[in-house]
């Protein structure tokens, strides 16, 4: 007998604690820019696993890799050197401002590491910092030390007391470099603030933010955790910027849909994590390394490389000939391939749905805005077919 979504929502949602809301079906199977759920229907996903799945469901190149590196190690953990692991730590240096790479599993971990690492590095000078800066808008996860950086008191308010030494400034606002002293050990930001709705940072506030930290000696680290593997115009979402940070954060996106995170540094900081200072079992997993190692072939394939700029190209014009013009799209923000869009609704949870029922997922932001995030395989005419969609429910 054929199982239906509906009959085993019903009776498997009770064994899982309530904090995500999932959609109405249960996904059997994905494939490109497509997912099907259990009944055989098509949705065209431009949620991309928000911000993970950049290069589709499935790509065959990750799966290959990922079906290749199962029949070797599945797991050593950090007692020992694995292949796939150190091919990936010289590539993501070879690629970026950085000398050092330390695997995690999530960007919430990733983004502890970086946190912890900032003060054990002024802990190693004889002159303790503690304190970070971080900004209103911004999101850098939820463990204790990640979620202390992201400013949202509905998030936060129920946790307390969250780690002491975090304070926030507004995000662009040329109030936050005037903060920065030399009692800060780091300040923390976003490229593209997205939980928030897709907000870019200024170029120019950044570069001040840089200056700032280099005046005091504080530590610039970018959460590139979903701006990353050209999320935005760029490998790495600090890139548009122009300068270099001290540390960047990697999630999403990197294991090519595997769970694997990374922080990245010079060595001069990354020295601070000696034997013993930090580390997680599963971090640098050789199948999630063997993934990542598969996403990065195919993103720094020059043939990749101009289908995805004219895909940023496609995608910026339809945005702005069609999307933009739609009743109720009050305003929009497009960097890249993310794209906010506020809508002109007392509740986008209704909108949100219909969008789903007809068939395109995206993700929504309370209380009136939607994020779209197309995978950066995404076809010509899946951009259409996705402002069309939205189109047909905002008329
Ligand atoms: N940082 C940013 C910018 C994010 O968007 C997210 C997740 O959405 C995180 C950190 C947390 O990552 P994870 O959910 O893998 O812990």
Redesign the pocket.
């Known amino acids: 007998m054929q199982l239906k979504s509906s009959d085993l929502i019903e009776s498997c949602s009770p064994f899982f604690t309530p904090n995500y809301h999932p959609a109405n079906f249960v996904l059997s199977h994905g494939s490109g820019s497509y997912l099907y759920d259990m009944e055989g229907k098509e949705y065209l996903d431009f949620s991309s696993g928000?911000?993970v799945n950049n290069l589709g469901h499935c790509h065959p190149r990750i799966v290959e890799a990922i079906k290749d590196q199962t029949s070797k190690l599945l797991h050593c953990s950090n007692l020992f050197w694995n292949f796939p692991a150190m091919k990936l730590a010289k590539r993501l240096c070879e690629l970026s401002f950085a000398d050092q790479v330390l695997f995690l599993?999530?960007?919430?971990?990733?983004?502890e590491a970086a946190l912890k690492l900032a003060r054990k590095y002024f802990f190693d000078q004889g002159k303790p910092r503690s304190k970070v800066l971080a900004f209103e808008g911004?999101?850098?996860?939820?463990?204790m030390g990640?979620l202390s950086a992201t400013a949202k008191k509905a998030f936060r308010e129920p946790f307390g007391p969250l780690v002491p030494g975090f304070e926030f400034a507004k995000f662009n606002d040329e109030s936050a470099i005037s903060k920065i002293d030399k009692t800060f050990a780091a300040v923390i930001l976003?490229p593209v603030?997205?939980?928030a709705g897709v907000y870019p940072a200024d170029e120019e506030f950044v570069r001040n933010l840089r200056k700032r930290c280099n005046e005091t000696s504080t530590l610039l680290i970018m959460?590139?955790?979903?701006?990353g593997m050209y999320r935005t115009d760029c490998l790495f979402g600090y890139e548009s910027f122009g300068i270099e940070p001290d540390i960047i954060?990697l999630?999403?996106a990197l294991g090519g849909g595997l769970?694997l995170?990374a922080m990245l540094t010079k060595k001069e900081i990354g020295n601070s994590f000696n034997v013993g200072a930090h580390g997680t079992t599963f971090g640098g997993n050789p199948v999630a390394a063997a993934a990542a190692n598969a996403v990065l072939d195919v993103l720094t394939d020059n043939r990749f490389d101009d289908e995805r700029r004219r895909l940023v190209h496609d995608f910026g014009k339809i945005v702005y000939e069609k999307i933009s013009k739609l009743p109720k799209v009050k305003s929009l923000r497009l960097k890249g391939l993310m794209l906010g869009i506020d809508l002109d609704v007392e509740d986008i949870t209704p909108v949100f749905r219909k969008i789903r029922d007809n068939g395109i997922l995206v993700t929504r932001i309370a209380p009136r805005s939607l994020r779209v995030l197309p995978p950066l395989i995404a076809a010509e005419r899946e951009l259409h077919f996705f402002a069309d969609g939205l189109s047909t429910v905002l008329n």
């Open positions: 928000i911000a599993n999530s960007g919430s971990e990733a983004n911004g999101f850098h996860g939820r463990t990640s976003e603030q997205g939980e959460d590139c955790i979903q701006t954060t999630s999403k769970p995170g």
